[in-house]
Nanobody
């Protein structure tokens, strides 16, 4: 089993920045993609893709965060980061780390709260 530990969430003013981290440990051998999803307070049971990064570094972003967020990955440390700049109130959500395996299965982290408010 893989363990995912997220950190870096918090309260920030509009226009501010945060950096999320997710460290994977345990069964990391066949991890392919890593990514971040988020669930806003008004989204029931629905997690929105924020950004993903493949095993070869290809990235994908939601249109709503392009140009503001940057996903990166440290392969040696099995860690994925999400640098979030120019944060807006609508970015407020619980952010979840996800890892995918070559088998197609995936695992979620426990989530970290990001609140953008003045």
């Amino acid at each position: 089993q893989v363990q995912l530990v997220e950190s870096g969430g918090g309260l920030v003013q509009p226009g501010g920045s945060l950096r999320l981290s997710c460290v994977a440990s345990g069964s990391t051998y066949r991890i392919t993609n890593m990514g971040w999803y988020r669930q806003a307070p008004d989204q029931r049971e629905q997690r929105e893709l924020v950004a993903t990064i493949t095993s070869i570094g290809s990235t994908n972003y939601a249109d709503s965060v392009k140009g503001r967020f940057t996903i990166s990955r440290d392969y040696a440390k099995n860690t994925v980061y999400l640098q979030m700049n120019s944060l807006k109130p609508e970015d407020t959500a619980v952010y979840y780390c996800q890892v995918r395996y070559s088998s197609g299965s995936f695992r979620w982290g426990q989530g970290t709260q990001v609140t953008v408010s003045s």
